[in-house]
């Protein structure tokens, strides 16, 4: 009887029936099992080890139930079979050769194929496993929900060197920041830490002070190059502000930044002054305090967050502007009255133009410094206003799609 058995070579692209070029026959298996799809088993042998398979008994066994792997799967049987110890004892997840063999009785009772199947099945199953633990981990695609969203923050720092060295000593340094707690630790950890090339080996530094509220990075960036550079910004400029003989450098940096607060640029920003080392403070220049609408606040900055509701309740309708009566439709055009107990929603037009008109301030300006809710009376401050709106606008960015044209609920304030 003429005896013939298909080897099939698993290559990277390998695929139920490989091409003929890689079959190779060998004797003692019958040949009637050559290019029955059914039948066939495939020895699962990489084309490494094909190649001395003529004169080698130590062949790699796979059953059929093998090619139903998933093709992501197989692809690396290449790799899975190099790694198979030559010594079959040793094989995993391989029954016997006699076993595999016997499989393919054509004959057989249906108990024993339903029992063959089943421990395919399981044979499977474990060699899935196996693979599995060898493959990188699939990529999970996770989702992040928002819960809540950082409140902007702007400042522009001073910071004075406590160096042992003279040349360093009390000197000072200008800087930006959205976050002062973390820039402090970088300046003092030096340039590898992401501190100033300025500021490196030249401290330990104190951050003293930082001015903080500006409506966005573009007039924090402008405002800090003009306390750099008062010579020559066009802002300060004809101040002609020079440091004084009996001036420490830090009054002198005092002075620069109480002359820019009171500045035409930066005059109408609703900004804070900020002493975050109280016992450093000092008193503002006579000459030039600051404008009397610059809030005075002490410590350290804590970050505020803002709380991005999942509930419809916490969302309320834009509703319509108190003042032109007609609908708010973006939430970017909405702006709304500081006060806890009004629920005014204006359009940030209208409300410009009101305040203006009151001060009589229509043809100089865009918008107002200050102004009162036109329904309650509330007092505030335009930079206030903006900042809520702001605040609005990035929770409407981030929260469930079906509450991108509402606002969110006024009670629901910072997180601390
Ligand atoms: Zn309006
Ligand atoms: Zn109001």
């Given amino acids: 009887m003429e005896t013939t058995l298909t080897l099939s ?6 695929d139920v029936t490989p091409p003929p070029a890689k079959r190779r026959s060998i004797e003692g298996v019958p040949k009637s099992f050559d290019g029955d799809k059914k039948a066939r088993f495939s020895f699962g042998v990489s084309s490494r080890i094909s190649e001395d398979v003529a004169d080698s008994d130590d062949v790699e066994f796979r059953s ?3 090619l139903k792997t998933p093709v992501s799967l197989r692809r690396r049987s290449i790799s899975m079979s190099c790694m198979t110890p030559r010594d079959p004892s040793k094989r995993i997840n391989e029954p016997p ?6 499989g393919f009785v054509r004959n057989e009772d249906d108990d024993d194929v339903a029992m063959r199947e089943e421990e395919e099945r399981d044979a499977e199953k474990e060699t899935d496993l196996n693979l599995r633990a060898l493959l990188s981990p699939e990529k999970k695609k996770r989702k ?5 969203v950082q409140n902007e923050f702007y400042g522009v720092y001073c910071l004075i060197s406590r160096s042992d060295r003279p040349c360093y000593k009390n000197r000072c340094y200008i800087g930006y920041t959205v976050d002062p707690n973390r820039r402090i630790m970088q300046h003092n950890g ?6 100033a090339k300025k500021t490196d080996s030249r401290g330990p530094w104190d951050m003293v002070c930082v001015v903080h509220g500006f409506p966005n990075h573009v007039a924090a960036l402008r405002f800090e190059w003009a306390w750099q550079n008062p010579t020559v910004s066009k802002t300060l400029k004809e101040k002609n502000l020079k440091k004084e003989r009996k001036e420490t450098p830090f009054a002198y940096q005092l002075r620069i930044a109480c002359q820019l607060m009171n500045s035409d640029t930066f005059c109408r920003f609703a900004l804070t002054f900020r002493w975050l080392i109280t016992k450093e403070e000092l008193p503002f220049p006579t000459s030039c305090p600051p404008p009397e609408h610059i809030k005075l606040k002490y410590g350290k900055v804590k970050k505020e967050m803002s709380l991005v509701p999942a509930k419809r309740e916490d969302y309320v309708e834009m509703g319509e502007c108190r003042l032109c009566g007609n609908d708010i439709e973006k939430v970017w055009s909405l702006v709304r009255c500081i006060s806890d107990t009004c629920h005014s929603h204006f359009h940030s037009k209208c409300l410009a133009a009101h305040g203006l008109k009151r001060k009589n301030e229509y043809t100089e300006h865009i918008f107002p410094l200050k102004a009162t809710c036109p329904t309650c009376g509330h007092f505030f401050l335009w930079g206030d206003v903006i900042r809520e709106q702001r ?3 990035k929770i409407s960015t981030k929260c469930a799609e079906e ?3 509402l606002v969110v609920r006024k009670d629901l304030q910072l997180i601390n």
Avoid at 97 to 102: D, F, L, M, R, V
Avoid at 144 to 148: A, Q, S
Avoid at 190 to 195: I, L, P
């Fill in 64 to 66: 059929t139930s093998l």
């Fill in 97 to 102: 050769a006699n076993q595999i063999c016997s």
């Fill in 190 to 195: 030096g340039r590898f830490k992401g501190g």
């Fill in 9 to 14: 070579s698993d290559s990277e692209d390998d």
């Fill in 144 to 148: 992040e929900k928002i819960t809540e």
């Fill in 391 to 393: 605040r609005i606008i």
């Fill in 403 to 405: 509450f991108r044209n």
